[in-house]
């Protein structure tokens, strides 16, 4: 069964560093999302994109947030400098097509910036 | 804006007794309903999900939903509670904008099962 895959599954990184995180959607998918989930509290959404730009973004996806559909397969999640308050378990997830409601998750990689 | 609320952060039931856990929901226009699992160490897996078709929804795992517009709630039930139901679930609104389909999710309720 086609699943979205994540990577890296854990990622620490020092307080002003980048990060990239990886994902992999379902290979005939064509929207793209990025959600976080800080311990202990909701899943939240940073941002959508199709068609190669950002149909939406939230509050929290800020200058030091971009994403990126370098190739056919990759979607990425970057964050320019770290805060200590981006330590979160960041969910990538993609759907079909517009009329397809289902938006598939994938493991998550859990960052935590020391 | 949409939002959800899951009432109990914990629920815990004994192995064969009746799960519920329960979803409001708030949307100012009809809204796509949803509700995910997340067994430890995994992504979040759709249960089931209503979209505007039949009020009652069954999922996979025997869990069905209903969703009430008169009480804006879309209450997850399982008869029949198993070992392996134990998880957070996620209840989650969301409406079609330009094809996008951005969830709302509600903060979750993790389910334990006593044997």
């Known amino acids: 069964e086609p699943e979205v895959t994540q990577t890296p599954s854990h990622q620490v990184t020092q307080m002003g560093q980048e990060v990239i995180l990886r994902c992999v959607p379902i290979?005939?998918?064509?929207?793209f999302y990025w959600y976080r989930q800080i311990l202990g509290q909701k899943v939240e959404f940073l941002v959508s994109f199709y068609n190669n730009e950002i149909s939406e973004k939230s509050e929290i996806f800020d200058d030091q947030f971009s994403v990126e559909r370098p190739d056919g397969s990759n979607f990425t999640l970057k964050i320019r400098s770290t805060k200590l308050e981006d330590s979160a378990m960041y969910f990538c997830a993609s759907k079909k097509g517009v009329t397809n409601t289902e938006a598939f998750f994938g493991q998550g990689t859990r960052l935590t910036v020391v | 804006a949409q939002s959800v609320t899951q009432l109990g952060s914990h629920v815990s039931v004994s192995e064969g007794a009746l799960v519920l856990l329960r979803c409001n929901y708030s949307?100012?226009?009809?809204?796509?309903l949803f509700w995910y699992v997340q067994y430890p160490n995994q992504g979040l897996q759709l249960l089931l999900k209503y979209t505007s078709a039949a009020t009652l929804v069954k999922g996979i795992n025997g869990f069905e939903a209903e969703f009430k517009k008169s009480e804006t709630s879309f209450h997850l039930t399982k008869p029949s509670a198993h070992m392996s139901d134990a998880a957070e679930y996620f209840c989650a609104v969301s409406r079609l904008i330009q094809g996008a389909q951005k969830l709302v999710f509600g903060q979750g309720t993790r389910l334990t099962i006593n044997p």
């Open positions: 290979s005939n998918h064509l929207y």
């Open positions: 949307s100012s226009v009809p809204p796509y």
